[in-house]
């Protein structure tokens, strides 16, 4: 469609000023989130390599728990799902209050989740799994907390934007930064997906 | 040590200071050792204090924070990349001069520098010339001239710009301050762990080399999404990617390698900075880790970083080499094709940097062959760029001078390549002198003439005036002499067989060699000084050697269509243009000094933003912080940069107005100029009488 100026959800014409920018800084954000996919997927071939690397400590068996993990994987899923409707309350509502109550909900979510992601690693510790105790252990400590900073800092962004409603009202700025906060946030879990497969089930297999 | 003191100055003491190894000095040696490191941070003082005091002198603090620090215009951030480029060059040839010294008189365990000392000594120099001269140099030059060249008014993220820019600079100050609180890494450019770990280094050396080099990257990686989203989205009406200029592509496919090759740096640094800070085991040789996992990461970027600095040279030659040829460049699709497969092949060859580290054979050999098929598409731009000198109309201005030397240098270099793409070779050259030379002969010829090239070519843009040519020939020359008597006898060491990164050495068939190479690093000292002179000589000249007309090489490209120095909007009204060499068919039409056809209109202009020196002071504080185990800095420093980007964020009204009155007085202004200005012809082109308007290359040739 020729009104389609970038993958993803897009404003819409009658969004003015707002839909003409999002073309670049959606574009540029997408970019931005390839570099950032190269990351992840260069710490997650590492973590590959050195799974075996025991040292004679724990392993994924004794650390691992498939319940909890399965659990945060569905808040995170879900709060994409209702970040979607945020996203979709913005461009369809003039009035910022739905898109707000979506995005407090994503945001609770999304905290839940780092909150029982740092109960696994705390319960990790407990049973000796540790970054310092095995080659193993340090490279999953160099990837999966590293997406659980990212989401943290995506429910920050969130909260930015939502200051900055309170300040200006659901003006440009607000539209074009929710539709790149957006791509972070379902950026996110794809990489938790990765995460989920390769580590967890990967290593419970 | 008190508690009170390392809770506030964590692990930094007294000992940081060079002047210690004078004092502890036991024999001459070390004492000379200790007066070279005190003297360069007594430089580097001095010099701070000097420009702290000249800025305070001349009231310049205001105009230096409002024109340039938080300016987010593309040619001011462009320009202040290549200052910084300029300054670390210096430095960075400081210390190549002392290592070349240390190793003509290391023979039999004399010189003047210690073995530690040396170890730092090529790891600044190999960190700085890669991360802090050649990056900022070629990113500033894309920084100014792209935009330019593609018809935009700005970059797509001009306050990104300025933070990349900010990042790029706080690794420049990092390991400007490990000059006077040192030490700096022993581990080379490349910091290899496990030598680089806590375990065998564990003072504040290899914690400079990571965020230093780790700042840069991200900075790196930021200009590289910036100038994508550019070439992107921003080219002007009728400029088809196939249209661009061929600076353009090469950016295009420089930046794209930024994207996907700094993350593995970034990533590689982190670890090791995991295993440094936090104990972990990712390269350690104990607790399960594997050290071959950052040689991988690293040479994952590495590989594709030397095509990163490579290609926008390649970029500048096809100018130059077009510009002085006065024709259109000799097969553009072929030139772009392989520009393309230079960048995608980049990716392919990472394992050839440790052929010798454990790999089966056949691994070697694939990746041999590729190494090897990178000469192909390289090749193709050799003859290309003689191709168009082939019947132009060549004139050896001093641009030409280096692209005609790179040429030829460049071709040697890339042989000797070949030559240790072959992995049964590589075994018996590896960690020689004749990689150094190898690689040294791709750099320099390469990217820096390249970049000595663009210099010289856009200055005038830049600034209004052209460089005075004299010093510049005499520089060019002296550049191109002193690379060939400072590398290639060191291809000689390397074939007998002396190692890279060698302080002292006990075999006399050495010596005669490192003397001549030592010769040729006095001719490119006396090169460089040729730059400053011919640098302040035509500051002073200015009057006389200004091109107001902006055209004063008689180019084809967008950028010289505007008055030297380009206005901050670029363009009265973006231009429309129609195929290759935009301006060149311009000209030819007799339609170069137009008013737009739609008549003036209000230009919108970013406003400045503090964010870039703010992030700026904010990381290298975080970083300082870290090296030195102060962790309330680093703290500080994060919590800086932290709510620097999140106010950031709440900025509204970013944009002012330049209005179309304004825009309409000085371009008239310029067209009024370009009728009492005469036209001079290309014989006339480095003199005084060039105004930067050219009589079409056309009407010179039948007459
Ligand atoms: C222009 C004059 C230059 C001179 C005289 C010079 C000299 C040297 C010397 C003596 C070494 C140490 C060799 C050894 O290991 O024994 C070295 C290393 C190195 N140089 Fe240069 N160099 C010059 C320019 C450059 C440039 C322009 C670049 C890059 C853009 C560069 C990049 C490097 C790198 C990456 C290393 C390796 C450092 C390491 O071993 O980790 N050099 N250079």
Request: with cysteine; hydrophobic share 50%; net charge negative.
């Amino acid at each position: 469609m020729s009104t389609t100026r970038h993958p993803g959800l897009n404003l819409g014409p009658h969004h003015g000023e707002a839909d003409d920018t999002a073309e670049v800084e959606v574009f540029g954000f997408w970019v931005f989130m390839m570099s950032d996919a190269i990351i992840f997927g260069l710490l997650m071939a590492t973590y590959v390599v050195m799974s075996g690397n025991l040292n004679g400590g724990p392993g994924p068996r004794e650390l691992f728990e498939l319940r909890p993990v399965f659990i945060e994987t569905m808040l995170l899923l879900f709060s994409s799902l209702t970040f979607g409707f945020a996203q979709i309350g913005m461009k369809y509502h003039p009035h910022p209050a739905r898109m707000i109550i979506w995005l407090l909900v994503s945001v609770a979510l999304a905290l839940i989740f780092v909150g029982m992601e740092v109960n696994d690693f705390i319960t990790m510790a407990g049973k000796g799994g540790i970054p310092q105790a095995s080659g193993f252990l340090s490279s999953f400590y160099a990837l999966v907390p590293l997406h659980g900073i990212h989401v943290t800092a995506a429910c920050i962004w969130a909260l930015a934007i939502l200051g900055q409603i309170a300040v200006y009202g659901l003006d440009d700025e607000v539209k074009t930064g929710m539709l790149r906060l957006g791509i972070l946030w379902h950026f996110l879990d794809i990489v938790w997906i990765g995460i989920f497969s390769i580590v967890y089930i990967g290593g419970l297999a | 040590m008190s508690d009170l003191w390392s809770l506030v100055f964590g692990r930094l003491t007294l000992d940081a200071l060079p002047v210690l190894e004078i004092i502890h000095a036991t024999n001459g040696r070390e004492l000379a050792s200790g007066i070279v490191g005190t003297t360069a941070a007594g430089l580097a003082v001095l010099g701070a204090l000097y420009l702290v005091y000249a800025l305070t002198k001349y009231h310049l603090w205001g105009p230096l924070w409002r024109d340039w620090l938080t300016s987010v215009d593309h040619k001011k951030i462009g320009i202040m990349y290549v200052v910084l480029a300029l300054v670390m060059l210096a430095r960075a040839l400081a210390e190549a001069f002392v290592m070349r010294t240390q190793q003509a008189l290391g023979d039999g365990g004399g010189g003047l520098v210690s073995n530690e000392h040396f170890a730092q000594l090529f790891s600044t120099h190999g960190t700085i010339m890669i991360f802090f001269m050649a990056m900022p140099f070629l990113t500033g030059l894309i920084n100014y001239v792209m935009p330019l060249q593609i018809g935009s008014r700005d970059v797509a993220f001009p306050t990104m710009n300025s933070v990349s820019l900010g990042f790029t600079a706080a690794g420049a100050v990092l390991l400007m301050i490990s000059l006077v609180l040192q030490p700096f890494s022993t581990g080379g450019w490349t910091g290899y762990p496990p030598f680089t770990e806590a375990a065998f280094n564990p003072g504040p050396g290899p914690d400079y080399w990571i965020w230093a080099v780790t700042l840069s990257g991200i900075g790196t990686t930021l200009s590289g999404i910036n100038f994508v989203v550019t070439i992107y989205k921003f080219r002007c009406d009728g400029m088809k990617l196939m249209d661009m200029p061929l600076f353009c592509w090469t950016s295009l496919c420089t930046s794209i390698l930024m994207i996907f090759a700094l993350p593995p740096l970034t990533v590689a640094t982190g670890l090791l900075a995991l295993d440094r800070y936090l104990g972990f085991h990712m390269f350690t040789n104990d607790g399960g880790g594997n050290m071959m996992n950052f040689a991988n990461l690293f040479w994952l970027f590495g590989h594709p970083e030397v095509y990163i600095l490579i290609l926008p040279a390649f970029g500048v030659y096809s100018e130059v080499f077009s510009t002085f040829s006065s024709k259109t460049l000799y097969g553009y699709t072929a030139l772009v094709i392989a520009t393309m497969c230079i960048a995608v092949l980049s990716f392919t060859v990472w394992v050839h940097h440790f052929f010798t580290m454990g790999q089966s054979a056949n691994l070697n050999a694939i990746f041999g062959i590729a190494t090897m098929l990178i000469g192909i598409p390289t090749g193709v731009k050799i003859y290309d760029w003689m191709l168009t000198m082939y019947r132009g109309r060549v004139r050896m201005a001093v641009p030409m001078v280096y692209a005609v030397a790179f040429l030829i240098l460049f071709t040697i270099g890339g042989l000797s390549g070949i030559l240790l793409a072959n992995p049964s070779l590589d075994y018996v050259m590896h960690n020689t002198l004749f990689l150094v030379a190898h690689f040294h002969n791709m750099l320099i010829p390469g990217l820096l003439f390249g970049m000595l090239a663009g210099y010289t070519l856009w200055f005038p843009k830049a600034f209004g005036f052209i460089l005075d040519p004299k010093w510049g020939y005499r520089a060019a020359y002296l550049w191109i002499a002193g690379f060939v008597f400072a590398f290639f006898p060191l291809y000689g060491l390397g074939i007998l067989g002396m190692p890279r990164r060698m302080a002292e050495y006990f075999n006399g068939a050495w010596f005669p060699l490192t003397l001549v190479a030592l010769l040729g690093a006095v001719m490119i000292i006396a090169a460089f000084a040729c730059l400053c002179i011919q640098l302040y000589v035509s500051i002073k000249n200015r009057e006389a050697l200004a091109v107001p007309m902006g055209d004063p090489w008689d180019s084809r490209t967008l950028e010289w269509a505007v008055p030297a120095p380009a206005p901050e909007w670029n363009f009265p009204a973006t231009p429309e243009v129609e195929g290759r060499d935009a301006f060149a068919t311009l000209k030819e039409g007799g339609y170069d000094l137009r008013a737009p056809d739609d008549g003036y209109h209000d230009i919108e202009m970013p406003r400045n933003s503090a964010l870039g020196p703010v992030l700026m002071v904010g990381s290298t504080a975080m970083a300082f912080g870290l090296v030195w185990y102060m962790w309330w800095l680093a703290a500080l420093g994060a919590m800086v940069c932290f709510a620097a980007t999140v106010a950031c964020g709440f900025r509204r009204n970013t944009h002012r107005i330049v209005k179309a009155e304004d825009v309409k007085a000085e371009w008239e202004a310029f067209c009024a100029l370009a009728d009492t200005t005469p036209r001079i012809p290309r014989s006339l082109e480095q003199t005084t009488q060039n105004m930067g308007h050219a009589s079409p290359a056309s009407e010179e040739i039948t007459s």
